[in-house]
């Protein structure tokens, strides 16, 4: 079982940057595709970027391409999204994912999730 936990969410004037990270634990070696994921209240869960797990490729969404950036790190078994010129909008919580699939803009192609983590942008 795979457990994924996210970090570095908080508040941010519109502008701004954040960093998330993603720790995973357990059969992370089945590992083919990590991703990240944001969700307002009311609406369906976004994609925001993937990486392949090897080889670090990566796809983002055009909304975001340009000012985020998603990166592993092999040796913590770590993901992270560095967040830059947030924007007001981009207010959700911030979904850390994995599965078996790259590239997978679905979030029904992703088999594990984290509980999320609560980006707040003010403008």
């Known amino acids: 079982q795979v457990q994924l936990e996210e970090s570095g969410g908080g508040l941010v004037q519109a502008g701004g940057s954040l960093r998330l990270s993603c720790a995973a634990s357990?059969?992370?070696?089945?590992?083919?595709?990590m991703g990240w994921f944001r969700q307002a209240p009311g609406k369906e869960r976004e994609f925001v970027a993937t990486i392949r797990w090897s080889g670090g490729d990566t796809i983002y969404a055009d909304s975001v391409k340009g000012r985020l950036i998603i990166f592993r790190d092999s040796d913590k078994v770590a993901v992270y999204l560095q967040m830059n010129s947030l924007k007001p909008e981009e207010t959700d919580v911030y979904y850390c994912?994995?599965?078996?699939?790259?590239?997978?803009?679905?979030?029904?192609?992703?088999?594990?999730w984290g509980k999320g983590t609560q980006v707040t942008g003010s403008s």
């Open positions: 357990g059969r992370t070696f089945s590992s083919y595709g």
């Open positions: 994912t994995e599965g078996q699939l790259y590239p997978a803009a679905l979030a029904g192609k992703y088999e594990y």
